[in-house]
Nanobody, 119 residues
Framework: QVQLVESGGGLVQPGGSLRLSCAAS????????IYWYRQAPGKERELVAA????????NVPDSVKGRFTISRDNAKNTAYLQMNSLKPEDTAVYYC????????????WGQGTQVTVSS
């Protein structure tokens, strides 16, 4: 059974930090590109970070550059999103996505974790 489970969200004050985790099971995690997306109320889903199967990050938008860092531990089947210097506009539901194209498309999503940045 394929599962992606995000955790680590919560309420944080502006300027604070959170570390999100994405725990995978039921598939070969180390073969997948991992993406973190977010979606704020009334807005489209936005890509905030991505990391290749071998650990190279890419596709970092200007809105989070220098503040968000994606990483992964293939031995633990887990990806992370370290978020520093959080701003109210970072408030959103954050989703983890595992993606692979190998003859056909394999695409898995987690249920999301809420991040609220507010004083």
């Amino acid at each position: 059974q394929v599962q992606l489970v995000e955790s680590g969200g919560g309420l944080v004050q502006p300027g604070g930090s959170l570390r999100l985790s994405c725990a995978a099971s039921g598939f070969t995690f180390s073969s997948y590109v991992i993406y973190w997306y977010r979606q704020a109320p009334g807005k489209e889903r936005e890509l905030v970070a991505a990391i290749t199967s071998t650990g190279r990050s890419f596709n970092v938008p200007d809105s989070v550059k220098g503040r968000f860092t994606i990483s992964r531990d293939n031995a633990k089947n887990t990806a992370y999103l370290q978020m520093n210097s959080l701003k109210p506009e970072d408030t959103a539901v954050y989703y983890c996505n595992a993606h692979r194209i190998a003859g056909k498309l394999y695409d898995y999503w987690g249920q999301g974790t809420q991040v609220t940045v507010s004083s």
